[in-house]
């Protein structure tokens, strides 16, 4: 349990990850998705990503050529109460609250592509 908790602290201590997972809290995305709401490159995103997927905060499923990331099913009541923060905290962190108005024009374009 212990190494779990760092794993999960050391995550939020990057910056872009702590983007990432508010963004995650949002909904489903993919790479290209996360990287318009970030204004970020492909490689710094995917990098990310992997340390996330790796602390067990986020989880992937592909769908045809696309993988679509997720925050990971809370595994502790801990993860639980970190996971609903990251979706109710961002009017108190403006940048957050930027990544997540973009999100919202990148889900916006996807539900008009169909």
Not at 36 to 44: E, I
Not at 63 to 86: D, E, N
């Amino acid at each position: 349990m212990t190494r779990r908790v760092d794993a999960m602290f050391r995550a939020f201590a990057d910056f872009t990850r702590l983007r990432l997972l508010h963004l995650l809290a949002q909904d489903e995305l993919c790479v290209a998705e996360l990287m318009a709401a970030l204004k970020a490159p492909q490689s710094k995103v995917s990098r990310h990503l992997a340390r996330l997927r790796a602390a067990g905060l986020a989880g992937s499923r592909t769908k045809g050529k696309w993988r679509y990331y997720s925050l990971a099913a809370p595994s502790t009541r801990f993860q639980a109460r970190i996971f609903k923060c990251l979706r109710d905290c961002h009017e108190e962190v403006g940048v957050l609250n930027r990544d997540r108005l973009r999100l919202e024009k990148v889900l916006t374009a996807r539900r008009a592509r169909g």
